[in-house]
Antibody, heavy 121, light 107 residues
């Protein structure tokens, strides 16, 4: 069965960097992109960006440009999301999600379990 | 960016009630609208894709309709396990955007 397993939660200080990993199993890794989304406490869902798991092409949310990097390791079927220069506004549960479909016709059909990252001094 | 606006923000209904949630897009997104359910402490799960198609494994009491800028999610016969927050999401153009969510509570 399809599974996305994320790394564990982290506590970070302002100005630090974070990395969350998302290991995929149960499907052909390179056939689906991976999106990253986050959810601040008590808030809604925010799209952060997307990576082509096969070739590493990316598309990032404008507001995160310059701070975010997504990479893929096809040998371990793992996608990574790095975010630097953290502030308290980055405190959130971070999710990876598999993209099913293409063009404008797609859904996020499988999600990781979520990773809580807390930014606090 | 395309703005997605849901209404109501929250609702409380009884088991067996028919529940309708509306999602409005700031511009036409044709049928590129998906609905997700998020139960407390869990990741979201897709219910409806392309405005009206039921995702595999989702109970038939969930249905979606609409096109252009106005969409609805209907739960025909609310069940206790339907409590949670429902989000619409447009996939028509980047960046992907979500509605702010509708919290459904059971009376």
């Amino acid at each position: 069965q399809v599974k996305l397993v994320q790394s564990g939660g982290e506590l970070k200080k302002p100005g630090a960097s974070m990395e969350v990993s998302c290991r995929a199993s149960g499907y052909t890794f390179g056939s689906h992109g991976i999106a990253w989304l986050r959810q601040a406490p008590g808030q809604g869902l925010e799209w952060m960006g997307w990576i082509n798991a096969d070739n590493g092409d990316t598309n990032y949310a404008q507001k995160l440009q310059g701070r975010i990097t997504m990479t893929t390791d096809t040998s371990t079927k793992t996608v990574y999301m790095d975010l630097k220069n953290l502030t308290s506004d980055d405190t959130a549960v971070y999710y990876c999600a598999r993209v099913d479909g293409d063009g404008a016709d797609f859904i996020y059909d499988y999600w990781g379990q979520g990773t809580l990252v807390t930014v606090s001094s | 960016d395309i703005q997605m606006t849901q209404s109501p923000s929250s609702l409380s209904a009884s088991v067996g009630d028919r529940v309708t949630i509306t999602c409005r897009a700031s511009q036409s997104i044709y049928i590129y609208l998906n609905w997700y359910q998020q139960k407390p402490g869990k990741a979201p799960e897709v219910l409806i894709y392309a405005a009206s198609s039921l995702q595999g494994g989702v109970p038939s009491r969930f249905s979606g309709s609409g096109s252009g800028t106005v969409f609805t999610l209907t739960i025909s016969g609310l069940q206790p396990e339907d409590l949670g927050t429902y989000y619409c999401q447009q996939s028509y153009s980047a960046p992907v955007t979500f509605g702010q969510g509708t919290k459904v509570e059971i009376k």
